[in-house]
């Protein structure tokens, strides 16, 4: 049971996520509030994006997040696989977030800074390159009005895209299998080598991650405990849909997800799901604004003893289809007989499945995106070392 607390939507000026201009803080608070602008793709939406802004919001007060367009993207670094709208939605819905941009320039500029009144703007360690291989960050790297944080190991929206590609129920463990091994180049691996930001790591799981991403507040007196569970594989915008209905169904919802384990997942959803193992689903909901508590390895039937112990008042689920018990049983039979089972319509028919058959239908452009991805970075990666080697050589000669 990891606890989330309560994560409203920032209510600064307008509701949190709209575009607030530059003139939404006064002066007197403009001096006090240090406003930090970070900007990307955000395609895929994983925990790496939402530790990446985590970490942008820690060294600050104010967080601004510029999104691209589907076409900048595909100018600079392929097809998204997500819209420019879904897209939107999905930073909104990321809790450390309190402002968005849409459409922000793919290369970020001081005017860009200085028009949304940043102080300075963050990114990870790795390189973002234009369509000719410039660093997009170029400009306010010279200025000085760049900050770096650490890039989340183990997880890309190259990787993911690879996993899907894959189809093999041996992602989580094995990537020595011949199957992965043959399919490296869907992963962002290229025949001469792969790049240290884009090739295949394993997620590995540390009690200080999820406390990071975890606010640990406990219910509070008036609170409306709401139970939901389910894989939340990919978290995705049909997934935002929903909680953000759920927690709409109360004035101060407290809102806890169980997330059911790997195989649990896979006896009920089949083929290689889930795509993304236990631990990597706990962080990407706990990024959730609309998430107060998470229980890892939930038991798929909502139990009495589940529902007292959390004092549960109402339970939730979606439109989609619930798969009985390994014994054929109702899993909500318990919450039904009570009388607190409530379904919910997200207007959203999105599925992890759906997303999966985007990939596959797009298959070879994704492949393209991936490699193409790769041969920028390896190419930078070399002119770096190049330079440094060029360094290393005028250093020995002025020393003789």
């Known amino acids: 049971m990891i606890k989330n607390g309560h994560h409203p939507m920032n209510t600064t000026g307008k509701d949190a996520g709209t575009n607030v201009g530059a003139t939404a803080c006064s002066p007197e608070k403009r001096r006090r509030t240090i406003r930090v602008w970070c900007d990307g793709c955000y395609d895929m939406v994983h925990y790496g994006h939402s530790n990446q802004l985590r970490q942008a919001k820690a060294m600050g007060d104010y967080l601004i997040v510029g999104v691209h367009t589907d076409g900048e993207i595909s100018q600079h670094k392929g097809p998204p696989v997500f819209t420019q709208d879904e897209r939107y939605k999905m930073v909104r819905a990321i809790k450390w977030v309190d402002e968005i941009v849409e459409g922000a320039p793919y290369v970020t500029t001081l005017e860009t800074l200085d028009k949304y009144t940043s102080d300075f703007c963050v990114h990870g360690d790795d390189i973002t390159l234009t369509v000719d291989g410039k660093d997009t ?12 944080c650490k ?18 129920k041996t992602h989580h463990s094995n990537i020595g299998h011949s199957d992965y091994q043959q399919h490296t180049d869907n992963f962002g691996k290229g025949p ?10 394993q997620f590995l799981q540390t009690s200080q991650k999820i406390i990071q991403f975890a606010s640990g507040q406990e219910p509070q007196p008036g609170d409306t405990i709401i139970y939901v569970a389910g894989a939340f594989d990919l978290f995705h915008i049909g997934h935002v849909d929903f909680l953000e209905a759920v927690s709409r169904l109360s004035d101060k919802p407290y809102v806890i997800v169980g997330l059911h384990f790997d195989q649990e997942v896979n006896r009920y959803k089949g083929k290689n799901y889930p795509i993304m193992n236990v631990h990597e689903r706990t962080l990407s909901v706990l990024a959730c604004r609309y998430v107060s508590e998470v229980v890892i390895g939930a038991p798929y039937a909502v139990t009495r003893e589940l529902l007292d112990h959390f004092k549960v008042d109402l339970v939730c689920h979606g439109k989609t ?17 009570k009388g607190i089972l409530h379904t919910v319509d997200s207007m959203n028919s999105l599925t992890t499945d759906s997303i999966v058959q985007r990939i596959i239908k797009n298959r070879l452009l994704f492949e393209a995106r991936n490699q193409k991805k790769e041969a920028k970075e390896m190419a930078v990666i070399q002119a770096m070392k190049r330079r440094e080697e060029e360094k290393g050589k005028e250093r020995a000669q002025a020393v003789l």
């Open 151 to 168: 890039r989340t190991q183990g997880v890309s929206t190259t990787d993911l895209v690879g996993r899907m590609l894959l189809m093999t």
């Open 192 to 201: 001469k080598g792969h790049s240290p930001w884009t090739g295949v790591s």
């Open 321 to 337: 289809e619930v798969h009985p018990d390994k014994d054929g049983s109702d899993p909500y039979a318990e919450p039904r007989k």
């Open 137 to 148: 960050y170029e400009e306010v790297k010279r200025s000085g009005r760049y900050r770096e």
